[in-house]
């Protein structure tokens, strides 16, 4: 199962420029843990960047997260 995700997340990074969040990651593919996935794709030799970004919600919270984007065309 877990190949599965990882195999997704590759398609999905070549696929799109923007990226992938964890929370797409879950509302798409249902991968609860992104970060293992790309740790696993950058041990096959990936190129994957992380970006920071953060958002705020309706209460004022503000909350950072992770957005994974393939470097090169892998």
Known sequence: MRR???NKIYAH???YKKGITPRQAWERYGCYRLSSCICDLRKRGVDIATIMENETD???????YARYV?????
Do not use: E, P, V
């Open 4 to 6: 599965n995700y990882i």
């Open 13 to 15: 990074l070549k696929r």
């Open 58 to 64: 309706a209460d004022g919270r503000t909350y950072d």
């Open 70 to 74: 393939l470097k090169k065309n892998g």
